[in-house]
């Protein structure tokens, strides 16, 4: 039963008040036992039976409820950086897509690993993270795009949930693209997606949540909302890659179903905004993906001015998003996105909580919380993600136990 004592500033992240409102305690202490927080408060008032606890000194830094990245596309075989020539050199990520290249690429790559191959490299990737002060991550699948492989995918992050310390959660993107063996019978895959491949998935509780790629390369409005239907049958929940490269009312898609978020955004229109707003959708915001895209970034200011929550994550993937740093995600969301470093920091833990469904026991620091935390080195909170750094994460600590400290 230890207690963190010595804090110099402590983010809670709780709940109430706004995006910006993080609730901060100076000089605090944070008690827990096992999992969970017991009492987090001014280290003057701690508890007298807290007080006999073995003591953990955070030396005066700030202390962060664990980030959590609720968008990645975690496991993926090869990389694309051939692409990342090609777009600095003038193609579009589309026109790219277009000749062959992109997802499908990755697809390809993806299909010829084993499981084991895919498992191998990402604890590698997980273990980085973690350093970074990282304990939840969502996880697509998305390079399958067939039943086998789909499952192969979701397979690698159950093993990888119960072999290592981060919690993942897993989400099915089979309607990431069409296929090639399906080039010229879209209809078929879309079958296949709403007959067999998602009631497959949920039957075997392989994905929490079902997500589309709304876009010109890949799935119209309408296919959207039957495979997003199809996937509330199957009990998984909805998500939506949408407006990314162009506005095609994913944004209304996302409200209409439900969707706990609505990701990327760029090109979201004034209705749209209104309409995540309404129905209470999480908007992602993802800067490295319009980073590496050569995109306008999307106004995340307009958003919180407009009553929509924004949760911030990397989108890491071999194609628009090539990192898995969160915290460089988070200082590009204050110069790009124009959030304020307490938005960015509710973003990337509270509310990209409530983007995986995760508020109710992550994302603040709270007595009865997992005790999910992060020591950061820096004063506080708008000290860290402006003196940016490869890496100012001091220890992480995940369900109550130290699983990373910087040496
Ligand atoms: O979120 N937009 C679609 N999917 C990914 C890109 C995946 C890829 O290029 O491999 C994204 O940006
Ligand atoms: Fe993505």
């Known amino acids: 039963m230890p207690v963190l004592t010595n804090i110099g500033c402590l983010a809670t992240c709780r709940d109430e008040g706004w995006q910006g409102d993080i609730h901060v305690i100076d000089d605090a202490a944070l008690a827990w036992e096992d999992e969970h927080i017991l009492w987090v ?8 039976r807290y007080s006999h606890f073995e003591k953990l000194n955070a030396r005066r830094k700030l202390v962060i409820p664990g980030l959590i990245d609720c968008h990645t596309h975690l496991a993926f075989g090869g990389w694309r950086e051939k692409e990342f020539e090609q777009r600095i050199i003038g193609k579009s990520y589309l026109e790219i897509a277009q000749s062959g290249g992109g997802i499908l690429s990755t697809v390809a790559q993806t299909r010829r690993a084993s499981g084991e191959e895919l498992i191998i490299r990402c604890h590698g990737i997980l273990a980085g993270m973690a350093a970074l002060g990282i304990t939840t991550i969502e996880c697509k699948s998305g390079y399958g795009l067939n039943l086998k492989d789909e499952v192969k995918q979701l397979q690698v992050y159950r093993k990888l ?17 069409v296929p090639p063996e399906f080039a010229s019978a879209k209809e078929d895959y879309l079958k296949l997606l709403c007959e067999e491949l998602i009631p497959a998935v949920g039957e075997k509780k392989l994905a929490e949540f079902c997500d589309v790629f709304v876009e010109k390369s890949a799935f119209n409005i309408e296919e959207a909302r039957k495979v997003l239907n199809a996937g509330n049958k199957a009990g998984l929940g909805a998500k939506l890659h949408a407006d990314q490269l162009s506005d095609s009312n994913g944004a209304g898609l996302a409200a209409e179903m439900g969707a706990v978020s609505a990701d990327h955004l760029e090109c979201i229109s004034q209705e749209g905004i209104q309409h995540l707003r309404d129905a209470g959708v999480i908007a992602v915001a993802l800067p490295l993906a319009s980073l590496f895209t050569f995109q306008k970034p999307l106004d995340a200011r307009r958003l919180v001015r407009e009553g929509v929550p924004v949760a911030v994550a990397t989108d890491f993937n071999p194609g628009s998003a090539p990192s898995y740093h969160l915290p460089l995600a988070m ?13 960015v920091l509710k973003g990337a833990t509270l509310y990209a909580a409530k983007a995986v469904g995760r508020n109710s026991d992550r994302g603040s620091l709270e007595a009865g919380k997992l005790a999910d935390f992060a020591i950061i080195d820096s004063p506080e909170p708008d000290h860290w993600l402006y003196h940016f750094r490869a890496n100012a994460c001091l220890l992480t600590v995940k369900r109550g136990k130290v699983i990373h400290e910087q040496k």
């Open 331 to 343: 200082t590009l969301a204050c110069v790009q996105n124009r959030l304020t470093p307490k938005e």
């Open 41 to 48: 408060g001014k280290e003057s008032d701690l508890p007298y």
């Open 161 to 177: 949930h119960n072999e290592q310390a981060l919690d993942l959660v897993p989400t099915l993107l089979a309607a990431h693209t």
